[in-house]
């Protein structure tokens, strides 16, 4: 259990590795990319194929398939670490570990064995997973009685899927895809709905429109579109009509790692706000001298640390879970995390006055990208409603 509260010496060798590749792939970018009017323009294959190299883009493959074994504790703090220094570039790398850790977990053998060697020499193997529907957003985390309207119909030997998802991290940019499609359209999302494994060059499938987002531009989010797309047997994920155990599977790192990308961003807010409260002098004095500002910068210090010791210390009991887990465990810690940001990144603002709001300092973009967990992942409001069914939940 103490290993939640260190970071021992593969970890930190780890961190190394990656914060020289934030000042050495992510920084020179980032702002550029970021400011680039085309949405599917803000996103780099170079950074991707450098983290390929690194060994970052498969950390969390077993090393039987070519990855690094990592555990979900060291995956949240890589994930924060590259967040420092580009939200979207640390969401682009954590949909991608969180997939590979469930399709480890819920491909059968002969599945993995198609699939995870050749995305781990691929080195543009990136992984999407497809719930959110136009007509489908928080119903699926509250276990609303409604079906996914993307809906497949039984054909021989497989499945025939029509229908589109929206709003999808890494859409058009993912190798491999996980898709939630409705089997039984007498049944809800949660009884009636299947795992697809969905190839990038699958006839039938086709990536929509690219949205374009507030922050997180590095990353990209776009619409899957399925039209009489025939999805074989062997690409059902476990069971039929069961696609809530995938889920259910998946929420723990997902969350965690959610949490860990905004956290990354009130780091780098933070470093803003200590960094411009030394430099600058106003009533006569630097302003990390007055006492308001001073509790300010102590009070993003808490929020900080407290989120991170949350997201630690979920990601931890995710791969021990007989010792502490509990299901808020996965939904709580990003809500937290994306709050304190929130937080911070109005009080950072605040510290740099007007020069905050101008886009020079770099201090507005990460405005932009502390919003974007508000509401991915699931929107906090919708979160706590699905705590609380956890709680109260006979
Ligand atoms: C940057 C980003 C990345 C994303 N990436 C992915 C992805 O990779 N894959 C994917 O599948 N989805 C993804 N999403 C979609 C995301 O999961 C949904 O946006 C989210 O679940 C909310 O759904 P919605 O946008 O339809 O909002 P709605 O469900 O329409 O919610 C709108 C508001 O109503 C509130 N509300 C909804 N239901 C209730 C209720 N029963 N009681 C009280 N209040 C309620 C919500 O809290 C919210 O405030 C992403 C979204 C964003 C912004």
Redesign the pocket.
């Known amino acids: 259990m103490e290993q939640i509260f260190t970071v021992n010496e593969d970890q930190r060798a780890i961190l190394k590795t990656v914060a020289r590749f934030n000042e050495d792939e992510v920084k020179p970018r980032a702002a550029a990319l970021d400011a680039n009017p085309d949405p599917a323009q803000c996103f780099s294959w170079e950074i991707v194929e450098r983290a390929h190299q690194l060994g970052l883009r498969t950390m969390t493959l077993a090393e039987k398939w070519g990855g690094l074994g990592a555990d979900s504790l060291t995956t949240a703090m890589v994930v924060e670490e590259l967040a420092t220094a580009d939200m979207g570039v640390s969401?682009v790398l954590a949909?991608t570990f969180k997939i590979a850790q469930v399709m480890q977990k819920a491909f059968n053998q002969e599945q993995q064995a198609r699939v995870l060697p050749g995305f781990a020499r691929d080195p543009r193997g990136l992984l999407?997973?497809?719930?959110?529907e136009?007509g489908?957003?928080?119903?699926?985390?509250?276990n609303?009685p409604v079906p996914f309207r993307t809906a497949a119909d039984r054909t021989r030997g497989g499945w025939i899927v029509n229908g589109a998802?929206?709003?999808?991290?890494?859409?058009n940019r993912a190798s491999h895809y996980l898709v939630?499609v409705q089997t039984d359209r007498t049944r809800t999302m949660a009884n009636g709905s299947s795992c697809f494994l969905v190839e990038r060059d699958r006839p039938g499938f086709t990536i929509g429109r690219v949205h374009d987002?507030m922050g997180?531009r590095l990353?990209n989010?776009a619409e899957l579109v399925f039209q009489d797309c025939f999805i074989p047997d062997q690409n059902v994920v476990g069971e039929v009509d069961r696609a809530s155990n995938i889920f259910a599977q998946f929420s723990p790192q997902s969350n965690a790692y959610a949490g860990a990308s905004v956290l990354g961003v009130a780091v780098a807010l933070q470093r803003k706000a200590i960094e411009r409260a030394h430099l600058r002098v106003q009533g006569g004095k630097r302003l990390a001298e007055h006492d308001g500002i001073r509790a300010q910068l102590a009070e993003m210090r808490m929020l900080i640390d407290a989120s991170r010791a949350y997201i630690h210390r979920a990601a931890w009991l995710a791969d021990h879970p007989d010792v502490g887990w509990d299901k808020t465990l996965a939904i709580l810690p990003k809500a937290m995390a994306s709050q304190a940001a929130w937080q911070i990144a109005a009080w950072c603002l605040e510290i740099h006055g007007g020069h905050g709001y101008m886009k020079e300092l770099g201090v507005e973009k990460l405005v932009r990208d502390a919003a974007?967990?508000l509401?991915?992942?699931?929107?906090?409001?919708?979160l706590f409603?699905k705590a609380a069914n956890a709680m109260f939940a006979n």
Request: a positive charge; aromatic letters at 6%.
């Open positions: 969401v949909q999407a997973i497809g719930m959110s136009p489908n957003g928080s119903d699926k985390h509250l609303i998802k929206h709003f999808i991290s890494n859409g939630m987002k997180e990353a989010n974007a967990f509401h991915s992942d699931g929107v906090n409001r919708t409603l």
